[in-house]
């Protein structure tokens, strides 16, 4: 297997500040909480883990409720204040108790919170995949330049139904027909 191709046994799904208070604000609020709700089920199917962050939630409100009734009761939250999650009590210890190398990365916005957590994982070490089709920004112009930035820094370009399919990697996997209705 390539080294920039995800091994289902080492990574892990993080879903960075998908919250209410963006909603209106970003214009591809809905299609990208959409393909989000994707990667979370099908990581689920999958038995990978799902780590999802918040931003100030007392201001921005909790994540958005679509992804709250797709995620199961293992789903770990990290309420956080820094833009990057890497330094937020227990964010390292959810990557080591999955013994996590690499980092399946999504959401709001790819300019700052998503850019900032990539970089830092980056830093120590980490593989990070981006679903560059599951990050948002409130403005085109800053999507395209966190995307940009994070790929030419080493992060790993991705999308939903490539990492799904990565992760499985034969047509013949138990899981196969589950990962395949929820794409379709």
């Known amino acids: ?17 998908v919250q209410e208070a963006f909603r209106k604000a970003i214009p591809s609020f809905a299609e990208s ?11 689920q199917i999958l038995g990978r883990p799902v780590v999802v ?17 797709c995620l199961s009761d293992d789903a770990e939250f990290i309420e956080k204040s820094s833009f990057s999650v890497f330094g ?5 210890g959810a990557l080591e108790k ?8 999504c959401g709001i916005e790819a ?10 994982l980056l830093d120590a070490g980490y593989q990070v995949h981006l679903l560059a089709d599951c990050v948002a920004s409130r403005f085109e112009h800053d999507r395209r330049a966190g995307i940009d930035k994070m790929f030419a820094s080493g992060v790993v370009a991705s999308s939903m139904e490539m990492a799904l399919f990565e992760m499985m990697r034969d047509s013949r996997h138990e899981k196969f027909k589950d990962i395949q209705a929820i794409i379709k």
């Open 33 to 43: 909480v959409s393909r989000i709700a994707m990667a979370i089920r099908g990581c």
């Open 111 to 120: 300019h700052v919170c998503v850019n900032q957590t990539a970089h830092d």
């Open 98 to 105: 999955y013994q996590a190398k690499q980092i399946i990365l």
């Open 53 to 69: 962050t918040e931003q100030y939630p007392q201001g921005l409100g909790r994540t958005a409720e679509e992804l709250l009734l």
């Open 88 to 92: 937020q009590a227990g964010f390292a």
């Open 1 to 17: 297997m390539h080294k920039n191709s995800l091994n289902i046994d080492e990574c892990l799904l993080v879903v960075v500040d």
